[in-house]
């Protein structure tokens, strides 16, 4: 247990997790309110106290009384979860919030924010029309970011708790057959794309990882790559950041097909004048690619061509890994190239293909035995 100080000079102590919590009082109008921030080291929370402490002394510390939902949101993210949380998850709750959530609720102040206001804004989305998934993320990201403005002593109570979460059915993840697959090669063999869709089908690399892949993480000659980092978009801009998780940073290495895509991929960015660029997947203007310009502008349009049902880009991981487990390769070789946390995860989200796989393992004992 670190050191605790008295009532406004705020307290800091060890958490069971092993992270360090840092904990202030601060007085307002309408009494005083907790302000809590959580990092990994003990010099750190040392330095984020003094920081909160200053801020107060300056008179920047909010007044909760006037704290709209909008700026608490836009605080949490830039805090909180910037600092807590992966770049992807941080990426995925801005969008939420910005697009959807902020709209809606963004100018009610926090402390009059209610349940029936959280109930009014969810349903609201789904008479607009926006997917069940959509809707309920929009629920989660707003009762844990609401639960963190309890946590700070700025509200009484969570107003979610009042409101019943919106569920949706997922959708087994739908992989190309291996015939599609093989089409997706065959069609944009002479593009720019075709490396792109190659790795992804042959690999299993995360979108992400492969529009942030640099040539230095390339090595043809030993037939490998290195993912170390990825590209996520928040708010329209594209950066690159750390993997999606510790276990996604991994050398693979590449089938024959993968190589040979990727040196005539080399040939087509000379071609096009991008020659000297680090990044393997560019954007056709140069720097780095974004998700929604692919999407509407390639990906979209290739299967409306080839007259495939519609599936997101995401799908060529999918069929990767179907392909790979019911060709026969261990669930935990797939887990490792997915660069998946554990094989639980793996067999979590493939269960469809392992009990397919289960199916043509009893056929055949039953042919050696029957």
Known sequence: MG???????GCIYKQSNGKWRVVISVATGSGRKRISRVCDRRIDATAILEEMKADIRNSTAVDADKLTVGKFLDDWLNTCVAQESAANTLASYTNVVNTHISPRIGGIFLKKLNSLHVQSAISGLVSDGIGGRT?????????VALQKAVDFGLIARNPCAQVKRPR???????????????????????????????????????????????????????RTIRVAQQAVEISGKVNIAPTKTKSSVRTIE????????????????????????????????GGLMSRGNFRTRVWNRLLNRLEFDHRGFHNCRHTFASLAIGGGV?????SKQLGHANVTTTMNIYAHALATHQSAAVEKITAMFG
């Open 3 to 9: 050191n605790r100080r008295a009532n406004g000079e």
């Open 135 to 143: 809707c309920e993320n929009c629920y989660v990201v707003l009762k």
């Open 168 to 222: 949706h059915q997922p959708k087994d993840a739908a992989p190309f057959s291996l015939q599609e697959a093989r089409t997706l090669i065959s069609e944009t063999v002479d593009t720019r794309w075709n490396a792109l869709i190659v790795l992804a089908l042959t690999t299993g690399m995360r979108q992400g990882e492969l529009f942030g892949l640099e040539w230095e993480s390339v090595d043809l000659d030993a």
């Open 254 to 285: 590449l089938p024959q097909p993968a190589v040979e895509s990727l040196i005539r991929h080399r040939a087509i960015l000379l071609r096009e004048g991008h020659a000297g660029s680090k990044w393997v997947f560019p954007a056709p203007e």
């Open 330 to 334: 261990p669930i935990t070789v797939v």
